[in-house]
């Protein structure tokens, strides 16, 4: 396909070039690209820079320039794909990319915009490597409903990460912004530093009530997202070049967001009872965090064992170091007893807490939260407001009345029998259609499972291939560090019904027995 645009000649996906040489790089003046305005990108196909990369510094320059001007709307994923001569595949990651660093924003039913406030430290990360591995373009699938929800770029079956979200009370979200649509003279302000007090409090009590977190108020900061509240607890925890420890395997954004941050990311091996807290104190001296997931590890789905659970929190003071609990989603449990958190196992322990509302709500809420001891509140606010002036001020209103007039908790209650029904679909699904070719992993809590493949068999083309067929599996391999990584599919099931997941486990079994 060959496209001319202005004086730059384009060559799309299956084009040849006159000069193998001259034609490589391919460079596109997409100005006057409608809905959304789009400067000159650079592709260069012999440099080995993935596509997805090359489009993601090149739409992250044009911001920082000025180019792309605050508050401009971008092309939805699909248009973007097409003017380039590009799967979706890679414009979906950049995309990924500018979201979780800052850059750009999902606003419902409208697209995705360049923030009108972009925080200048996040300009000084054009030097920082990407990721242990550089990101997976199936991650930013799985995490595609964060930038918009038109319906050309809804997530399809599988995408990881996204709840039901044709579950939500949205009848009730819009009577509460409706409330605070006209906001007072106070809200009008900054506010506060850590958030917004009332609905710190809410927090504070849920947590108490439903994940054993031991919190007041005061130790409690609102951020605009997961990855972001990983950063600013690095940020108060580590000089930057200290050394943190990440599961492995593990989650690929958090990894990124760790690099980000300090200078050295070590990986520890996972096992049934999670992290291996024996390979941690080898690490010695140089580790001054670890960031792991102990309620539902992702993407295993184990849960850290008590005795494990307890080294861990004796590593911790024994060091002097820090442990940043992600306990993302795991309200949802489906078999076994309920598990605490590790931060409310002990009252002195050294344990930062992490949660969000995206995964339980919606993705394009953006209202995350931190839980640090007493003593490191101040340097928290500190490194919050280095990253963003605020976060989120009418959706912190919003959740505030929706946490406080009980709205969270039967929202919560429907949703278990919601994501029960649809998880033993999935596992049912899997054993009478892909039997042989996948092996169910821990399907105890949370909204994705890991489904194992053979060795033989190659995950990441399996998840390429399914990508074509419109389903979004991650491949697990991509999930570790280290070169002992297992195959297989981690497989979203929050975002689809009974029947979406039951026919998308048939195509899979397709796409799969003819390479096994």
Known sequence: MLLEQKNAVIYGAGGTAGSS?????RDVDVADWSPGVVPYIAFDRTSGMPLYQQIHEGLREAIISGRIPRGQRLPSTRALAAKLGVSRFPVISAFELLLEEGYVEGRPGSGTFVRQHVA???????ALPLSLHGAPANVAVARAARQTTSPEDRPGPFTVGVPALDQFPREIWARLVRRHALPAVDDLASGDPAGHLPLRRAISAYLRVVRAVDCDPDQVLIVSGSQLGLRVALTALARGDAAVCVEDPGNRMAQRAVRQTVA?????AVDRDGLNVARLDQVGVRAKAAYVRPSHQYPLGVAMSTPRRAQ?????????AWIIEDDDACEFRYSGVPVPSLQGMRPSSRVVYLGTFSSVL??????????VPRELVTKCIRAREAFEPSAQPLSQLVLTDFLTEGHLARHLRRMQAVY????NALVDAIHEYAGGILTVGNADAGLNLVAYLPDAIDDLAIARRAA????????????????NARRGLILGF??????????????????IRPTS
Request: hydrophobic share 45%; glycine share 6%; charged share 20%.
């Open 264 to 268: 050295e990311v070590i990986p520890v």
């Open 362 to 371: 919606f993705p394009a809420l953006c209202v995350s939260y931190i839980v």
């Open 312 to 320: 861990l929190l004796d590593w911790a003071e024994r060091r002097e």
């Open 494 to 511: 929050g975002g689809s019904d009974e029947q979406v997941l039951a026919d998308g486990v048939q195509t899979l079994a397709r796409l």
């Open 21 to 25: 040489v001259a034609r490589a790089s």
């Open 420 to 423: 029960a029904a649809r998880r």
């Open 120 to 126: 200048s430290q996040f300009t000084t990360l054009a």
């Open 468 to 483: 074509q067929h419109g389903l979004f599996p991650l491949a697990l391999s991509e999930c570790y560090a280290r070169h």
